[in-house]
């Protein structure tokens, strides 16, 4: 099963809709709120070289945020990196 990895703030609509989408597909993650965590910020900026949220992980690769997701999920690339 892959890991599948979130950064999340608590207030972010984009970030409810990530992991709605990802719930809604039987996929389970790790969430990491970072909403009042600068460590945690930290270390997804470190990660993504992105500043904004959600930023999303499959087995450490990088898929990025939201819209990218979706694409993802549209072009049969999400169900790819699930799979690994």
């Known amino acids: 099963m892959a ?3 979130i950064y ?3 207030y972010c609509p984009y970030c409810k809709r990530t ?3 990802l ?3 039987g996929v389970s993650f790790e969430n990491y709120e970072i909403t009042d965590n ?3 910020r930290q270390q ?3 990660r993504s070289k992105r500043k904004t949220v959600p930023q999303i992980f499959i087995n450490d690769h ?3 945020g939201n819209d990218d997701l979706h694409t993802a999920l549209k072009n049969g690339t999400l ?3 699930l799979q690994k």
């Open 3 to 5: 890991k599948v990895e």
């Open 8 to 10: 999340t703030k608590d």
């Open 19 to 21: 992991k709605a989408t």
């Open 23 to 25: 719930t809604d597909l």
């Open 38 to 40: 600068e460590p945690m």
């Open 44 to 46: 997804m900026i470190a």
């Open 62 to 64: 990088h898929v990025g």
């Open 79 to 81: 169900k790819k990196l």
